[in-house]
């Protein structure tokens, strides 16, 4: 992470990213095409269950983990940078638990309503 | 810009945690050494992850909550070359082709780094068009859906009315943003082929002089643009 910077960033910056050998791009390539075809194959040997949930999440991550590393160069970034990028998007996960209560009750709320109507339209009459 | 202040800058800069620190409660700048152009990219590129987030989570919500069952994305989207229909093949392969459109890229950012003119154009050039047949392969999908399977942003007759409406607006804005990718891409290959970033020649559209920083830049957006599929990949296509 060290790395001296003077008023000219950007002079440094190319200097810096010479340094960068072009084999590490190449065995990142490799690498994402191999989790790729894995991510596929989950579906193509259709595993089912929580099974199919932990693969496709996991070779998501290390995919999206190897791009934003690697190729999006966050690795060679200062602290201050990173965790402007990657911190405010953690509060998604506020907005997906939100979601997931909100589309708890809708369902429910539907299951109770088109059960009514189901009732409703029934040719027995309902005693009151 | 003055040289003074960033030059006191220099002297302090710690790494780790510390530096974090230093960096956010110092003068002027929080991100020393980082070109604003790309900090301004990142920024772009945050706000960007929030819309795609909130797609994927309303995505989410609406595919929990409804009583219809969800089309099989491994049926609706499998192709036949003559055979039996393979699962999903369609998708693998703009998947794959995105990738490599990745990889081209990541290596012109660098060759754009050795001021190596020429590896830098082709392989843009390469990226710009592995893009639009991403785009092109989108084309032929979408029409497929449209068109065969009957599929509407408020209904089709696999299933739940919400596929139509989520595969739509998600996929159609990832396609928007690899459409204006290869845009810039084709653009930055003819001032990178013109010599335009070795002799800093003020551009058209900003009328600042650019340099092979401006490669780099590019290339952050065009692996966002495949870092949002691999998000979709999963969670739409997969799951």
């Known amino acids: ?128 | 810009m003055s040289t003074e202040t960033m030059g006191s800058d220099s002297l302090e800069l710690k790494s780790g945690l510390a530096g974090f620190f230093d960096d956010w409660s110092s003068d002027q700048r929080a991100f020393k050494g980082v070109p604003w152009g790309k900090a301004m990219m990142w920024i772009f590129l945050v706000s960007d992850t929030f819309i795609f987030g909130c797609f994927l989570a309303s995505y989410m919500t609406v595919r929990m909550s409804t009583l219809d069952p969800w089309p099989s994305a491994s049926e609706v989207f499998a192709l036949s070359f003559g055979g039996d229909p393979i699962p999903l093949i369609l998708i693998a392969i703009m998947t794959f082709v995105l990738i490599t459109s990745s990889g081209t890229m990541a290596l012109a950012v660098n060759y754009g780094y050795r001021k190596n003119k020429w590896v830098t154009f082709w392989l843009l050039l390469a990226t710009a068009l592995l893009g639009a047949t991403f785009v092109g392969m989108q084309v032929f999908e979408w029409s497929k859906l449209i068109f065969e399977e009957g599929v509407r942003p408020w209904g089709n007759p696999m299933g739940a009315a919400q596929f139509g409406s989520v595969f739509f607006m998600v996929t159609g804005f990832h396609g928007f943003h690899v459409s204006i990718g290869v845009i810039f891409l084709f653009i930055f290959s003819y001032k990178v082929a013109r010599g335009h970033l070795e002799t800093q020649q003020a551009g058209w559209f900003t009328k600042r002089g650019g340099n092979y920083e401006e490669i780099e830049i590019l290339g952050l957006y065009w692996h966002f643009v495949d870092l949002v599929w691999v998000f979709i990949f999963a969670f739409f296509y997969l799951w």
Not at chain 1, 87 to 115: C, K, M
């Open chain 1, 1 to 128: 992470m060290d790395q001296a910077v003077d008023g000219h960033g950007g002079v440094v910056r190319e200097e810096e990213a010479i340094q960068h050998p072009l084999g590490i791009y190449f065995k990142i390539w490799i690498l994402l095409f191999v989790l790729s075809a894995m991510s596929y194959a989950v579906d193509y040997f259709q595993v089912q269950g929580y099974m199919r949930w932990f693969l496709i999440l996991f070779f998501m991550v290390l995919k999206a983990g190897l791009i934003i590393a690697v190729f999006m160069h966050m690795v060679w970034e200062r602290l201050a940078m990173v965790y402007f990028i990657l911190v405010p998007p953690a509060l998604l996960l506020t907005l997906v638990a939100i979601g997931s209560l909100e589309a708890d009750w809708t369902f429910f709320q539907r299951g109770v309503y088109f059960l009514k109507e189901l009732i409703i339209s029934a040719p027995a009459p309902v005693h009151h």
